[in-house]
């Protein structure tokens, strides 16, 4: 062997990891070339030397340390273990009420499915719709009929006349509103009789006596002029 | 315990039984420990990387795979975990003048015997090697790792191993000879 090809066996021959023939080749080597033997000598000297170099221990605080992180470690994998995903899905204790038979499973899915329906038509929007403007109706109404016995109410003649227009809006079924009607001209009759005494006003009173078209209206025309 | 025993062991870890892995923390701790405390020369720092390698060990437990032996994933971590922390600390103090700044007050065992010249040269010595020669040295001389196996963790050929440990170790040779005025060796 050429000293290139023993000096590449140097870092086996160090370690112990050669053959005990390519290890005895070495050996043959070196006895007769003197600058492999120094360079060998010198590569073990300094490779045995690093034993000088002593194995240490560490502190305590490094096993208190890695224990710790340990346990954390193990916690925190307990809390995010999650239930298998067939098990998550399972229907568990709901099994026991859904029947055996084909045609009773049949019979519920239909029966869920007509309430479902019915659930949507009567959910859906346009219902609550209708029954928001039935209520908005309603709420209209007794607001004109508030309006309509306030009017009337009041002393002043156009107010009371004005309460009469109201109360002309409000739907002849309501009788609530007309009986407040007749109350207010039964109590307030005096007010829209002309007085005895203003000539003009009775002129005017005649006057409007005579334009009128329907003859009930004259003959209660005709009494509050004699009352 | 043998290498079957330690990836059995890492595969347990693996699957979610982490506890396993106090039984590789018992077993290669110190080991590891020493391992760092030659590359850094500092003992407190060495204490925290151990301490990192095995959180990380944790954290990438799941991307263990059984094909190489464990000691040399271990040390695939280990090397990670050491040149990210020169990475945070490159501005401290050049890795030769730390050897052996002890920041501890108490005297530990190595302490008292460091106390031989040739330590401190040994340590100033290797502390001067490049990264890669130091890493190849220690993994071969200490941590008792093939070739082999240092080559499946540096990715390469078991030839630029060797190369790579013959030069390290005539370099090593150089510089404690300079440093003990050419007396020693």
């Known amino acids: 062997m050429k000293c ?111 309430v479902g329906l019915a659930g949507g038509y009567f959910l859906r929007p346009g219902w609550q719709r209708k029954g928001e403007i039935v209520q908005l109706r309603q709420e209209v109404h007794q607001l004109s009929r508030i309006t309509a016995v306030s009017l009337l109410q009041q002393e002043s003649l156009s107010e009371q006349m004005g309460g009469i227009r109201w109360s002309s809006r409000l739907s002849q079924e309501n009788r609530a509103s007309l009986a407040d009607f007749l109350r207010t001209l039964n109590l307030d009759i005096s007010a829209i009789s002309p007085s005895r005494n203003n000539s003009i006003a009775q002129s005017e009173f005649m006057q409007s006596l005579s334009e009128q078209a329907s003859p009930v209206v004259e003959i209660a025309l005709t009494f509050v002029k004699h009352f | 315990m043998d290498k079957t025993n330690d990836n059995e062991l890492m595969e347990q870890v693996s699957a979610g039984k982490v506890e396993k892995l106090a039984i590789l923390f018992e077993k290669h701790h110190v080991r590891l420990y020493n391992f760092f405390l030659r590359l850094t020369g500092r003992r407190n720092i060495s204490e925290d990387l151990v301490q990192e390698v095995f959180i990380r060990i944790l954290k990438y437990s799941s991307t263990y795979q059984a094909r190489s032996k464990f000691l040399v994933w271990l040390y695939s971590i280990a090397r990670n975990t050491h040149v990210d922390h020169l990475r945070k600390r490159k501005d401290e ?81 150089k510089v404690y000879f300079e440093l003990s005025g050419g007396t020693a060796l």
């Open chain 1, 4 to 114: 290139n090809q023993i000096k590449e066996k140097f870092s086996d021959f160090l370690t112990g990891e050669l053959d005990k023939n390519v290890r005895e080749k070495i050996q043959e080597h070196i006895t007769v070339c003197s600058s492999c033997r120094e360079e060998l000598e010198n590569l073990s000297a300094i490779w045995t030397k690093l034993e000088v170099l002593p194995e240490e221990q560490p502190s305590d605080k490094v096993r208190t340390r890695f224990y710790a992180v340990l346990d954390q470690y193990k916690q925190n994998q307990d809390r995010k273990t999650v239930r298998p995903r067939k098990e998550r899905f399972s229907i568990g204790w709901f099994r026991h009420w859904i029947p055996a038979r084909p045609a009773f499973q049949f019979s519920i899915a239909a029966l869920l499915l007509v």
């Open chain 2, 93 to 173: 103090v050049p890795l030769d003048k730390q050897w052996y700044e002890m920041e501890s007050t108490e005297p530990s065992p190595a302490e008292k015997a460091e106390k031989s010249q040739e330590v401190v040269w040994l340590g100033h010595a290797l502390g001067k090697l490049p990264l890669k020669k130091r890493e190849v040295l220690i993994l071969s001389r200490y941590q008792g790792l093939k070739y082999k196996e240092i080559a499946e963790l540096f990715g390469c050929q078991i030839g630029t191993v060797k190369v790579l440990v013959h030069r390290a170790i005539k370099e090593l040779g």
